[in-house]
């Protein structure tokens, strides 16, 4: 998300974003803390609402192998793509190099191909892929968002509905498939994981890196909506401490 904002020149920091969208305060793992826990949310859900939090409208196409419509929907995605594109908008695809998201800079329906970002660009990866290969991921499932123009938002309505989302998660509301726990839920989740003996070590140490990345942004952001929000400041305050208490055993692991 952080580099598609950055593409379409949103000038807020990373603070704000993942404060905003609420990636801040998410945490979420499954029993064995393996990679996916990072990813294996609801996209179509969750990430239309973080973005309109932001001011930004978009489309979702998603579809798995065994849709009726499966190349259908990779046409009309890729139509989308490509004309969001023109209008200097990238977007947000699943699976292209690894199962994770890439960003799809631009693409070219006739010639089939598309210019793509990756968290691999630095060792080395292809820039360029076919439209045959954007989004087919292992697990069989395409996913791809398309980001609209930017729009006024109530910034009151935005802060409530971001600090709802928060509380939400906090209390495990946010876990879109059975075998995910979320916010408290995940702490007890992941610690029996290692007392068990049963913890995925890659996932342990991906996990960790990702959520302190993440956490260490809450009490920041949090800090500023206290200084926004005079008449809720001492009780952004008290959330603030909480949030650092919780980020600082991640930041060590």
């Known amino acids: 998300l952080d580099a598609c904002l950055t593409a379409m020149g949103d000038e807020r920091d990373r603070v704000d974003i993942a404060g905003r969208t609420g990636l801040a305060f998410f945490v979420q793992v ?102 045959d290969e954007l989004g087919r991921s292992e697990s069989g499932q395409f996913f791809a968002l398309v980001f609209g123009e930017r729009v006024p938002v109530d910034e009151e309505d935005a802060r409530r509905a971001t600090l709802l989302a928060v509380l939400q998660q906090g209390h495990g509301q946010s876990a879109g498939y059975g075998h995910m726990h979320a916010g408290l839920l995940a702490y007890d989740a992941w610690c029996r994981a290692l007392e068990t003996g049963t913890i995925d070590p890659a996932g342990h140490a991906y996990c960790a890196h990702v959520f302190a990345e993440l956490r260490a942004l809450a009490p920041v952001f949090l800090r500023r909506l206290a200084a926004q929000h005079p008449a809720a400041a001492e009780a952004l305050e008290q959330a603030t401490a909480a949030y650092r208490r919780s980020a600082d055993p991640l930041v060590e692991l």
């Open 30 to 131: 499954d029993d064995v803390v393996s990679p996916a826990s990072v990813s294996m949310f609801p996209w179509a859900a969750r990430l239309p609402a973080a973005l309109a939090r932001l001011g930004y409208p978009s489309r979702c196409f998603h579809a798995d192998a065994t849709h009726p419509l499966f190349l259908h929907t990779v046409e009309r995605a890729a139509q989308a793509m490509a004309d969001a594109s023109e209008q200097g908008r990238p977007a947000l695809v699943w699976g292209v190099h690894l199962p994770e998201f890439g960003v799809v800079k631009s693409l070219d329906v006739s010639a089939r191909q598309a210019t793509v970002s990756t968290v691999l660009d630095a060792h080395g990866a292809a820039t360029r892929v076919t439209l």
